[in-house]
């Protein structure tokens, strides 16, 4: 392993391979198929100085996988926000007792 290279397979573990994963799974769709689309989405929509919002996303991504976009927006909340760690995970370290 390179050093400053992520651990395991070399995937970020909070990067747009997690959220193409998580959203094939919970769309029941293929993570590669997933993974277009999040593309496609990202140069369509993410050319303006302040990001797509959730409905924006889910629309544009349900459009492109050809699914209804209440399904789609749900399964982005259930993944949460590109970059975010999985729901549960804490983003500091506890403070440790004296």
């Known amino acids: 392993m ?10 970020a573990p ?4 997690r ?5 094939a799974a919970k769309l029941g769709v293929d993570q590669s198929k997933v993974a277009a689309a999040l ?4 140069q369509q ?5 302040t990001p797509p919002s959730q409905a924006q996303l889910a ?5 492109a996988l050809g699914l209804d976009e ?11 926000p ?3 760690p999985p729901s549960g995970q804490m983003t500091t370290p506890p403070a440790q007792a004296s």
């Open 82 to 84: 590109p970059g975010a």
């Open 39 to 42: 593309q496609t989405v990202h």
């Open 2 to 11: 390179q050093p400053g290279a992520p651990p395991g397979n070399g995937a």
């Open 70 to 80: 209440s399904k789609v927006a749900d399964a982005l909340k259930a993944v949460g």
């Open 59 to 63: 629309a544009a991504l349900a459009k």
């Open 14 to 17: 909070h990067g747009p391979g």
């Open 19 to 23: 959220l193409a994963s998580a959203l």
């Open 45 to 49: 929509l993410g050319n303006g100085a």
